[in-house]
């Protein structure tokens, strides 16, 4: 007899800084959520930090740990995260966005979008872990739709997981941690909230619509496009739970959500 593959949910995850990786309130939320899940056949990872012109998926039996940042204190860029790849996921992500051309990469691996979250969400590093890369050429509705592609994948045992902030404005960034946010940035993360929860992707696709907030919340569409694939994956009668529900800095938003429970 063959072993149950679990249905696996879809979670967005805010990662923020990659100062996470090295623990903290987050972190803990994140490992939590990890513990209550079944074992995934296998994680693929759509992070804001591969933003490139192509659909590509990496490929490598064993991808690199990327620290893709700079000036960070000395123990972030000896983090290792030696998670597998599996050949089978890229085979079956190439097939379910066929006559899309994925590009097989050997080059990209793992960056902090994805391993500064999973280190936490599964510390043994034992499921295998790809990526799909962004194609920033590409408007929001092409990304919601390989999310609805890819969907049928939860059913095979895999963890869809979208890395950004749906709010995500650097320059708007308060360096201070005793400041409140930026009261564009609360509104906006009520909103996304607010549209989930009632199944209005059509609102979440088109965020230009929903004004000055979005506009402020998002002047570059890379932290926000991983959210757009998580929701192109949820089913009509999936639960939703958010965690990590703050702002950073003032214009970093940390909210995450699990979409679906698993069985």
């Known amino acids: 007899m063959s072993e149950r593959v679990p249905h696996m949910p879809a979670i967005f ?17 994140w490992r939590v959520i990890g513990a209550a899940l079944p074992r ?58 066929a006559p899309l051309p994925v590009r097989e990469d050997h080059d990209w691996g793992l960056d902090h979008g994805a391993w500064s979250v999973l280190m936490h969400m599964f510390p043994e590093a034992d499921v295998p872990v790809l990526q799909l ?28 997981v979208g890395s950004g902030d749906w709010v995500h404005n650097l320059r708007q960034a308060i360096w201070d941690p005793e ?35 979005a506009r402020l919340s998002i002047p570059t569409d890379e932290h926000y496009l991983p959210l757009l694939y998580v929701l192109g994956a949820q089913r009509q009668d999936d639960e939703v739970a958010f965690f990590n529900d703050a702002i950073d800095l003032g214009s970093i938003s940390m909210t995450g959500v699990v979409v679906g429970k698993p069985a």
Not at 13 to 29: K, Q
Not at 135 to 159: I, K, M, S, T
Not at 186 to 196: A, G, P, Y
């Open 40 to 97: 995934p056949k296998a994680i693929l990872c759509i992070s804001a930090h591969w933003y490139v012109e192509e659909t590509a998926i990496t490929a490598m039996s064993q991808p690199r740990t990327i620290h893709d940042f700079y000036g960070f204190p000395k123990p972030l860029y000896d983090i290792g995260y030696p998670a597998p790849g599996d050949p089978w996921l890229v085979e079956r992500v190439s097939d379910i966005l």
């Open 13 to 29: 995850v805010g990662h923020g800084s990659p100062m996470n990786a090295l623990g903290g309130d987050y972190a803990e939320v």
């Open 133 to 160: 890369a962004i194609d920033r050429r590409q408007g929001p509705e092409f990304h919601y739709e390989l999310g609805r592609r890819l969907a049928e994948l939860r059913d095979e045992g895999v963890l869809i």
């Open 179 to 213: 400041a409140p946010p930026h009261d564009w940035a609360e509104r906006f993360n009520e909103t996304v909230k607010s549209l989930i929860v009632t199944g209005d992707h059509r609102q979440l696709v088109d965020w230009m619509s929903l004004g000055e907030d």
